[in-house]
């Protein structure tokens, strides 16, 4: 009887033994798991890191190149200034330009454009009629911004057009701003490029909230398309779109003598 109850009582501490080394080899077994896959999302993380430091770089590279070619190729006598290496001056005369002409939109957000400058069908009256500007889709209460600076000759209500802002710039430009729901600034004013003159709207002879954008030179009505695309990065642009104003006249302001 009692040999009997030794056998069964090694017999348990042999299962104990088994059970414990089990249960250590599986603790081990799941540690090194846990820290294979730990090990392997950082390094994965790394590897994805890399790559967009090494994508980083070359963009920065690129652009360093662009830069330079930039400066070789800057006019460093204005005497030498055309319309055709105009792409080539210095990026402080540049913005002189594109502060003193119309350039880019009337507000911060996307363009998009309802109706385009030229000859259309008139949306009320359904007469063939010339469009004098661009519609452009706004919300009512949108910032709208002028587009260089210059002097409000006009801000009041006209038939057709409604609430409605006319800036004069130097040169012979100017640009109007309709349909607005609110005019900000009065008659007189000098406004600098980009202020806000007024919020989009509905006011007038219109369909839905839009701004009615005019460019006008000397009294002519001009395309305000190409205006609105001008940019430092694309600056011979207007010159090659815009055949109606003599440019070259303009070439004196950025130091051309
Ligand atoms: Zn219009």
Do not use: C
């Amino acid at each position: 009887m009692n040999k009997n109850n030794n056998e069964n009582y090694l017999t348990k501490i042999k299962n104990n033994k088994f059970l414990i080394i089990s249960i250590f080899l599986a603790i081990f077994l799941g540690i090194t798991i846990y820290f294979f896959i730990l090990k392997n999302i950082e390094f994965e993380k790394y590897k994805e890191n890399a790559k967009q430091d090494s994508e980083l770089a070359k963009i920065y590279k690129e652009e360093l190149l662009e830069r330079e070619i930039e400066k070789k190729n800057e006019i460093k006598n204005l005497k030498e200034l055309t319309l055709d290496n105009i792409q080539n001056i210095p990026k402080n005369k540049k913005e002189l330009l594109l502060n003193i002409i119309p350039s880019g939109k009337p507000f911060k957000k996307h363009v998009k454009i309802n109706s385009y400058f030229g000859l259309r069908v008139h949306p009320i009256s359904r007469r063939k009629k010339m469009h004098n500007g661009l519609d452009l889709k706004v919300n009512i209460g949108d910032d709208i911004m002028t587009t260089a600076m210059g002097k409000v000759i006009f801000a009041g209500t006209q038939r057709g057009s409604g609430k409605m802002v006319i800036i004069e710039h130097s040169f012979g430009f100017r640009t109007s701003y309709s349909h607005l729901n609110k005019i900000n600034v009065k008659l007189g004013q000098i406004v600098g490029k980009g202020k806000v003159i007024g919020e989009g709207g509905n006011t007038g002879l219109s369909t839905g909230p839009h701004l009615h954008y005019e460019v006008e030179y000397y009294g002519r009505e001009l395309n305000p398309k190409p205006f609105m695309d001008w940019n430092e990065k694309n600056f011979n642009s207007l010159f090659i779109a815009e055949k109606n104003v003599s440019w070259e006249k303009f070439l004196t302001i950025i130091g051309k003598n």
